[in-house]
């Protein structure tokens, strides 16, 4: 984790491995958060700063503080990607939604304090 200003950067790795797969692919992410007083605004950084992707703004669910929604999903191609983070009391949980002709899946993030 990198802390420059109001943006913090998560440096990412480990195995993906797919339902129903015995061998996993190694990943490497890297996503920068951007807080505002309204918002957070979530960029991929994966392929660096100069390539950097904006996916979405998370605010706040109208019906419960502790849980931010993408305002937008974010096209790739023909799939769509939207999140929900919920505030937990060490960090907080980021569930992705991949949906597109050939996707349909979930994928969640478990962010913690150490």
């Known amino acids: 984790m990198a802390r420059e200003g109001c943006s913090i950067k998560l440096f990412e790795s480990g195995i993906f491995t797919l ?9 490497r992410n890297v996503y920068r958060w951007d807080i505002h007083a309204d918002r957070i605004a979530l960029s991929h950084e994966r392929r660096g700063v100069a390539d950097a992707v904006s996916l979405f703004d998370l605010v706040i669910d109208g019906s419960d503080d502790d849980t931010l929604v993408n305002v937008e999903a974010h096209q790739c191609a023909a799939d769509a990607y939207s999140a929900r983070l919920a505030v ?7 569930e992705w939604r991949i ?14 304090i150490r």
Not at 88 to 94: A, M, N, S, V
Request: net charge neutral; hydrophobic share 25%; proline share 10%.
């Open 19 to 27: 339902d129903g797969q015995n061998r996993g692919v190694p990943m």
């Open 88 to 94: 937990q009391p060490e960090g907080f949980d980021l």
């Open 99 to 112: 949906i597109g002709p050939r996707k349909d899946e979930r994928l969640l993030y478990h962010y913690r």
